[in-house]
């Protein structure tokens, strides 16, 4: 338990020092050393400390107060356009720039970044002279202006100061139109709510005149109901035949009799 302990303590502080060792402030870093005082203001005022603080990996080509001074009195948006093109987005220090290879090399600077650089304006040309490395814009005929002095700071591979004897301005920084604003994108009219929906009303029922009553025909005796006659109600039933037939014989037998009692009657 002891042991996981230990080994989580030891990769929170190497996470602490890794992370402190990458955070840099420029403004307390210049902040050291008043003859950067009027650089340093500039850097705030205009809001590239900010910017410079966002990077990870970056060289300052600082002025001091004395050669400062040309800039200082510039519209803030012309300075930083200016000092923004002494921001190397890469980390140089005197080590570095004295084993350059190359006699004259291209840097990026965060003046490029911007987005609003024109041509090779956001690009540095360093170059090894015989009097030592001097700096110049990059833009076509632009001559190497300023030399390096010293170096003031150094973090690596993070953060690099060094002083430069003349500000670097590319030919036309100051000249340029700033870009428009970007155009505001609409916002969306929110949808209109949907319309309560409200019950449709009945038809209302059509007015229908009573018909007047129909008078029912005065309702006479109901004749009784005679069944029809049929051909063998009058006919004798079966049964009945025989019986006629045989009262009819004793007639004819009774008046034989009768007659022949007459006869002897007479007889005598």
Same mark, same amino acid.
Not at 117 to 125: E, P, V
Not at 220 to 237: C, H, I, K, R, T
């Given at each position: 338990?002891?042991?996981?302990?230990?080994?989580?303590?030891? /990769?929170?502080?190497?996470? #602490? #020092?890794?992370?402190?060792?990458?955070?840099?402030?420029?403004?307390?870093?210049?902040?050291?050393?008043? &003859?950067?005082?009027?650089?340093?203001?500039?850097?705030?005022? =205009?809001?590239?400390?900010? &910017?410079?603080?966002?990077?990870?990996?970056?060289?300052?080509?600082?002025?001091?107060?004395?050669?400062?001074?040309?800039?200082?009195?510039?519209?803030?948006?012309?300075?930083?356009?200016?000092?923004?093109?002494?921001?190397?987005?890469?980390?140089?220090?005197?080590?570095?720039?004295?084993? #350059?290879?190359?006699? =004259?090399? /291209?840097?990026?600077?965060?003046?490029?970044? $911007?987005? /609003?650089?024109?041509?090779?304006?956001?690009?540095?040309?360093?170059?090894?002279?015989?009097?030592?490395?001097?700096?110049?814009?990059?833009?076509?005929?632009?001559?190497?202006?300023?030399?390096?002095?010293?170096?003031?700071?150094?973090?690596?591979?993070?953060?690099?100061?060094?002083?430069?004897?003349?500000?670097?301005?590319?030919?036309?920084?100051?000249?340029?139109?700033?870009?428009?604003?970007?155009?505001?994108?609409?916002?969306?009219?929110?949808?209109?709510?949907?319309?309560?929906?409200?019950? =449709?009303?009945?038809?209302?029922?059509?007015?229908? &005149?009573?018909?007047?009553?129909?008078?029912?025909?005065? &309702?006479?005796?109901?004749?009784?109901?005679?069944?029809?006659? =049929?051909?063998?109600?009058?006919?004798?039933?079966?049964?009945?035949?025989?019986?006629?037939?045989? $009262?009819?014989?004793?007639?004819?037998?009774?008046?034989?009799?009768?007659?022949?009692?007459?006869?002897?009657?007479?007889?005598?």
């Amino acid at each position: 338990m002891d042991s996981k302990v230990s080994s989580l303590l030891f /990769i929170a502080i190497l996470f #602490l #020092l890794s992370s402190t060792s990458t955070a840099f402030n420029i403004t307390k870093i210049l902040a050291q050393y008043p &003859e950067f005082a009027s650089f340093n203001d500039l850097l705030a005022q =205009s809001g590239l400390a900010q &910017e410079i603080n966002g990077r990870e990996t970056i060289t300052v080509l600082a002025l001091d107060n004395g050669s400062i001074d040309g800039l200082s009195g510039r519209p803030v948006d012309i300075a930083k356009r200016i000092l923004s093109a002494h921001v190397i987005l890469d980390y140089y220090d005197q080590i570095k720039l004295s084993k #350059l290879q190359k006699a =004259s090399t /291209i840097v990026t600077t965060l003046f490029q970044a $911007s987005g /609003i650089a024109d041509d090779r304006q956001g690009f540095l040309n360093v170059s090894k002279t015989a009097e030592g490395i001097k700096f110049g814009s990059a833009m076509k005929g632009a001559p190497l202006v300023a030399s390096l002095v010293k170096s003031v700071y150094a973090q690596p591979y993070n953060i690099s100061v060094l002083q430069v004897s003349e500000p670097i301005e590319a030919p036309g920084i100051e000249n340029m139109t700033p870009p428009p604003p970007p155009a505001a994108v609409p916002k969306k009219a929110p949808a209109p709510a949907p319309a309560a929906k409200t019950p =449709s009303k009945a038809p209302a029922p059509s007015k229908v &005149e009573p018909s007047p009553p129909t008078e029912s025909p005065t &309702e006479g005796p109901v004749a009784p109901d005679v069944p029809a006659a =049929s051909p063998l109600a009058d006919a004798p039933l079966a049964d009945e035949v025989p019986a006629k037939a045989a $009262s009819s014989q004793m007639h004819v037998g009774g008046a034989v009799v009768v007659v022949g009692l007459l006869a002897c009657m007479v007889g005598f």
